[in-house]
Nanobody, 127 residues
Framework: QVQLVESGGGLVQAGGSLRLSCAAS????????LGWFRQAPGKEREFVAVLTWSNGLTSYAESVKGRFTISNDKVKNTFYLEMNNLEVEDTAVYYCATAAVAGPILSFTRSAPYDHWGQGTQVTVSS
């Protein structure tokens, strides 16, 4: 069973930066897309960013474009979410996820295609 483990969350002031990591417990699983989602208190889980494993295509939520960057280190079996110029509105639990089945990149802006999820890591941005 594949496990995804997030790390790197914490408390940061507005304008600051954090880098989230998502480490997979094994290389032996199919992963077409690598995604990050977040859920703020009282809100539904929302898409943040996605990266396709084979060709490196990316897509971002409008609210994070230009501030967040998703990347992947295949050697370390880990993918990342670099978050810069953080805003109070970015406060949420962040989840990483992987999807095994190929599809249009925009299909990975929804939760449904993802079959493995991490446990979440809290990001709190103070004003």
């Amino acid at each position: 069973q594949v496990q995804l483990v997030e790390s790197g969350g914490g408390l940061v002031q507005a304008g600051g930066s954090l880098r989230l990591s998502c480490a997979a417990s094994t290389r032996a699983f199919s992963r077409y897309a690598l995604g990050w989602f977040r859920q703020a208190p009282g809100k539904e889980r929302e898409f943040v960013a996605v990266l396709t494993w084979s060709n490196g295509l990316t897509s971002y939520a409008e609210s994070v474009k230009g501030r967040f960057t998703i990347s992947n280190d295949k050697v370390k079996n880990t993918f990342y979410l670099e978050m810069n110029n953080l805003e109070v509105e970015d406060t949420a639990v962040y989840y990483c996820a992987t999807a095994a089945v190929a599809g249009p990149i925009l299909s990975f802006t929804r939760s449904a295609p993802y079959d493995h999820w991490g446990q979440g890591t809290q990001v709190t941005v103070s004003s």
